[in-house]
């Protein structure tokens, strides 16, 4: 794997050669503008849903490990 | 007789005409797939209730015109599995989203659901679409229904060879770098990838989402539109999809090329390319020419860099985007005593080497230090790249050149990644500059498809349609079909 990544780094350090001198950076590639909607109140995953690919939950929340000791 | 080979207009006739009904079809989709699949590994999961209900509304619908039936209706078709379908196992070629079911459908799908179409199963691919061979999955490998121990291409891998296979008349794949085009050309079918932003991405696993895009493989240019026109246009749930009306796909069809001005990208037909390869291109350039286009060759000078531009973009927007598989909420987890060792865990186990190499690449191109020589740069020569086909569109309609530079390779040949990731050079920069382009079969090199790519302006798919179709019509190779299709 450190080998792999080494050859790629390798292959991409190309980029080094660019001249890119006052070329401004790509944010996105089509001509969209802010996008807006209206602010409508809308349906969303009811909890059961949400829940139902957890890998563990008490019937109301996520499960997980303790987080602090 | 089977269906199976047909094009979906074929089928769409002749369930007008009554000769046949969506359940055949549906069964004889289901034959070839019984038949075949237990060599080529397409499919990863049979959407057979899904599949039923459809058939029986596609019925419907045919039968009552006030229902609108559209060229889809009761078509089978195969849907890549990054692709959400409520309820469905949905795994994205992934450990980690083995048990996954959606619990919403990608609008894609939906538009498909609602044309009366008959999804058939979802379909093999790289992890995370990361790959060009589909030999990434870790759901094992997908054979080329031209020679099974070669690779479809990826990474949609298994929906090309769905269609290749006669499985399906039309399938859906996601095209990042190349994954619906590259598996098209390995796999002697069309495929395209619509401009950026054409499709939504609502429902569509992520990889690199400024990059990703849907699009359809089909036998002929004709299905590929109707295939595209089925599930394009503006989607409020995707805020980066294109709010301009769709022109329809099939409005220049049968425009020809007479007076189009066609460029060559000198950078195009390089040393890379095989022979076989370079010969089948070229001849078809000058059949496009003998219809009457002017054919010229153009320069698109940072092409050997699209590459390295990608393989910064793409991983760090996939490292950004794969966080999310944190065994928390959702797909596997592995419990350890403490939460970190668990997140570790679970995402040592749940992801294979391709994308552990590019979450690792992204993290380490967007890190403090390293983010201006490599992301920003990145960004920055992707705007040259950009910009490069721009200009050459200033004096050309549309660009034709090889999609692949080699043809379909022996499963197990290609270990070195970036050996691998050059499958792609010749299709990463219509991503990385967000444009149309389309692959379709323009003959055999060793009894293996080769296929030819033509890329035009942005929101210029039309026109892709407009120069596939002129060369379909002029030849034969898009009715040749692997030998495997007919029992």
Avoid at chain 2, 458 to 464: G, I, P, Y
Wanted: glycine share 8%; hydrophobic share 40%.
């Amino acid at each position: 794997m450190g080998a792999d990544l080494d050859r790629i780094l390798d292959h991409v350090s190309a980029l080094q050669r660019a001249d890119i001198s006052d070329v401004p950076e790509t944010a996105q590639v089509g001509a969209l503008v802010n996008v807006w909607r209206e602010d409508v109140p809308a349906g969303s995953l009811s909890q059961e849903q949400a829940l139902a690919n957890a890998p563990d939950t008490d019937g109301e929340y996520f499960k997980v490990g303790a987080i602090q000791e | 007789m089977s269906s199976a080979g047909l094009t979906a207009a074929a089928m769409a006739a002749a369930l007008r005409r009554g000769e046949v009904t969506p359940q055949e079809l549906l069964a004889d989709a289901r034959a070839q797939v019984s038949r075949l699949d237990s060599s080529l590994n397409a499919f990863l999961a049979l959407t057979d209730d899904l599949a039923d209900r459809q058939a029986e509304r596609a019925t419907e619908m045919l039968r009552d015109d006030r229902l609108g039936a559209g060229p889809l209706c009761g078509i089978p078709v195969a849907l890549k599995d990054v692709l959400c379908v409520e309820g469905y196992p949905t795994t994205a070629g992934s450990r980690i989203l083995e048990n996954f079911r959606p619990p919403y459908t990608a609008t894609a799908v939906q538009r498909l659901i609602d044309a009366g179409a008959v999804p058939v199963g979802k379909t093999n691919c790289d992890e995370f679409a990361m790959g060009s061979s589909t030999e990434n999955s870790a759901y094992g490998t997908v054979g080329n229904p031209w020679d099974v121990e070669r690779v479809p291409g990826g990474s949609s891998g298994g929906s090309a060879a769905a269609v290749a296979a006669g499985m399906v008349p039309i399938s859906y794949g996601t095209d990042t770098g190349g994954s619906i085009r590259q598996p098209a050309s390995l796999c002697g079918v069309v495929g395209f990838k619509p401009t950026y932003g054409r499709v939504s991405r609502y429902g569509l696993i992520a990889f690199a989402s400024s990059l990703d895009q849907v699009g359809p493989f089909a036998h002929s240019v004709e299905d590929a539109a109707v295939a595209y026109a089925v599930v394009a246009g503006n989607d409020p749930r995707d805020s980066t999809s294109v709010i301009d009306a769709v022109e329809d796909p099939l409005s220049a069809l049968r425009d020809g090329v007479r007076g189009m001005r066609l460029g060559v990208p000198r950078e195009y037909m390089g040393d890379g390319l095989e022979a076989g390869v370079r010969e089948r291109v070229t001849e078809a350039i000058r059949v496009l020419e003998e219809l009457g286009a002017t054919v010229e060759e153009v320069s698109l000078p940072s092409t050997e860099l699209g590459l390295s531009t990608y393989y910064i973009i793409a991983p760090a927007e996939c490292s950004s985007n794969l966080a999310r598989y944190d065994g928390v909420r959702f797909g596997m987890r592995v419990e350890r005593p403490s939460l970190t060792e668990t997140y570790l865990r679970t995402r040592d186990q749940g992801f294979g080497n391709e994308v552990k190499r590019r979450v690792m690449l992204g993290t380490y191109a967007l890190s403090s230090g390293y983010y201006d020589a490599y992301y920003r740069r990145a960004q920055k020569v992707r705007t040259v790249i950009a910009r490069e086909f721009d200009a050459v569109f200033e004096t050309v309609d549309a660009l034709v050149c090889p999609t692949s530079p080699k043809v379909a390779f022996t499963t197990g040949a290609i270990q070195d990644p970036v050996e691998m990731y050059l499958n792609d050079a010749l299709t990463i920069p219509v991503n990385l500059a967000g444009l149309p382009g389309i692959s379709l079969p323009c003959g055999f090199s060793d009894e293996l498809p080769v296929g030819l790519q033509v890329i035009a302006p942005r929101l210029q798919d039309a026109r892709v349609f407009r120069v596939a179709a002129a060369y379909e019509a002029a030849t034969e190779w898009h009715r040749h079909r692997a030998p495997l299709v007919a029992a």
